[in-house]
């Protein structure tokens, strides 16, 4: 029995180790700063439990969210001006609820979202002036709840979303 025990107790703690999750509830990236500080302060999170909102005026880069697999509930990205592409995201296979992607006016392509397989909510991409195609998104499969495509005036390549079976409305 105490082996049974330890060997459950190891299990479990091999488990956690490996895959780690960290901000519950709506967080909100504002800064830079924030962003790298996230890597800093979690560098075992894989999984952001709540919903995250990245907007502001002096972000330039998502590396501290390379290690980023799941988004549990929503991601947002808006009104980023001075970001130029969606490094950091590469890893990212499955996004919960919404995900959307708003005044980015520097994002010439979302090629960094190729990993995602799976969006459960919105997925929306909006008021993104360079951008050209949407082939990042190639690999989802799920059925997002809708799917929006607003003020892109360069996109002319949508075939990014071919494989989508479907869309769901409710």
Same mark, same amino acid.
């Not at 296979?93 to 520097?106: I, S």
């Given at each position: 029995?105490?082996?049974? /025990? *330890?060997?459950? +107790?190891? *299990?479990?703690?091999?488990?956690?180790?490996?895959?780690?999750?960290?901000? =519950?509830?709506?967080?909100?990236?504002?800064?830079?700063?924030?962003?790298?500080?996230?890597?800093?302060?979690?560098?075992?999170? %894989?999984?952001?439990?709540?919903? $995250?909102?990245?907007?502001?005026?002096? #972000? &330039?880069? @998502?590396?501290?969210?390379? %290690? #980023?697999?799941?988004?549990?509930?929503? !991601?947002?990205?808006?009104?980023?001006?001075?970001?130029?592409?969606? &490094?950091?995201?590469?890893? #990212?296979?499955?996004?919960?609820?919404?995900?959307? @992607?708003?005044? !980015?006016? $520097?994002?010439?392509?979302?090629?960094?979202? +190729? +990993?995602?397989?799976?969006?459960?909510?919105? $997925?929306?991409?909006?008021?993104? =002036?360079?951008?050209?195609?949407?082939?990042? *998104?190639? %690999?989802?499969? +799920?059925?997002?709840?809708?799917? !929006? /495509?607003?003020?892109?005036? &360069? !996109?002319?390549?949508?075939?990014?979303?071919?494989?989508?079976?479907?869309?769901? &409305?409710?």
């Amino acid at each position: 029995m105490k082996k049974v /025990f *330890l060997y459950l +107790s190891f *299990l479990v703690f091999s488990i956690s180790a490996f895959s780690q999750s960290c901000l =519950p509830g709506d967080n909100y990236f504002s800064t830079q700063a924030d962003i790298d500080n996230f890597y800093i302060n979690n560098p075992d999170c %894989n999984t952001i439990e709540g919903n $995250l909102m990245i907007m502001g005026n002096d #972000i &330039t880069n @998502l590396n501290g969210l390379q %290690n #980023i697999t799941t988004f549990e509930a929503g !991601l947002w990205i808006e009104d980023c001006p001075l970001l130029e592409n969606l &490094t950091g995201l590469q890893n #990212i296979n499955y996004v919960g609820d919404y995900f959307e @992607l708003g005044t !980015l006016p $520097l994002i010439e392509h979302i090629d960094e979202l +190729s +990993s995602i397989t799976y969006v459960g909510g919105a $997925l929306d991409i909006v008021n993104m =002036p360079i951008l050209t195609n949407i082939n990042g *998104l190639e %690999n989802i499969v +799920s059925s997002p709840t809708h799917l !929006l /495509f607003w003020y892109n005036p &360069t !996109l002319t390549d949508i075939e990014g979303v071919r494989n989508l079976q479907s869309i769901t &409305t409710l």
